[in-house]
């Protein structure tokens, strides 16, 4: 089946410093990769829509020169919290659509910030 | 008003009773609904796509949609510990909206 993978799993840091998670597609090219955030006991909340070669493209609310996303490739695609506070913590998680297929979306295993 | 209302529970069952999930919305744009398990500190498992009205079955588990109704439910038959979860209702126009997750606990 279709595998997402996603890089670190859990990364502990300081306040003001910028944090990478990689998702990647490990059997499948994606066009289009997806970034939420959940909080404790709170639903997924999609936070921006990456494809491939363009820029993401951000729900209301979310600040763009905050989460930086980059899609460089069909298979990988990035997510860059940049001066992380504390209320960044959080438990990130990407998904991947097939290219060229359903509008099934499959999941990473999500990566649990904190932000001290 | 939130787009999908799903009860948040929890829900707990004796093994082997069926287990009933449901989410109504308010969207009617909506196309495709999916069911995704997740269990604690890991991302959500797909169970279920549908994409019309109607029922879907697969296994142990059976998907019902009512499009008339915006109402869509989850069965989950002879359940078992390992089907304790978090379940997550998911529903999609141009993205994918989810219902808050039911925690169900299946009591060995």
């Known amino acids: 089946g279709a595998v997402v993978s996603q890089h670190p799993s859990r990364v502990i840091c300081k306040s003001g410093t910028s944090v990478k998670i990689e998702c990647r597609s490990l059997?499948?090219?994606?066009?289009?990769m997806f970034w939420y955030r959940q909080f404790p006991k709170q639903s997924l909340m999609l936070m921006a829509t990456?494809?491939?070669?363009?820029?993401?493209?951000?729900e209301q609310g979310v600040e763009k020169d905050k989460f930086l996303i980059n899609h460089a490739s069909l298979t990988l695609s990035t997510l860059t919290v940049t001066s992380a506070h504390p209320e960044d913590s959080s438990f990130y998680i990407c998904?991947?659509?097939?290219?060229?297929?359903?509008?099934?979306?499959?999941f990473g295993p999500g990566t649990r910030l904190l932000v001290l | 008003q939130k787009e999908v209302e799903q009860d948040p529970g929890p829900l707990s069952v004796p093994e082997g009773a069926i287990v009933s999930l449901n989410c109504t919305y308010s969207?009617?744009?909506?196309?495709?609904f999916m069911w995704y398990r997740q269990y604690s500190r890991k991302g959500p498992e797909l169970l279920m796509y549908?994409?019309?009205?109607g029922n879907k079955e697969d296994g142990r588990f059976t998907a019902q949609v009512d499009k008339s109704s915006k109402y869509i439910s989850l069965f989950i038959r002879d359940s078992q510990p390992s089907d304790s979860a978090t379940y997550l209702c998911?529903?999609?126009?141009?993205?994918?909206?989810f219902g808050a997750g039911t925690t169900v606990t299946v009591r060995a």
């Open positions: 998904s991947a659509r097939l290219a060229g297929g359903s509008e099934t979306q499959y």
């Open positions: 059997d499948f090219q994606a066009t289009t």
């Open positions: 990456s494809n491939e070669g363009s820029k993401a493209t951000y």
């Open positions: 969207n009617s744009a909506f196309q495709y």
């Open positions: 549908t994409y019309s009205s």
């Open positions: 998911a529903m999609e126009d141009y993205k994918l909206s």
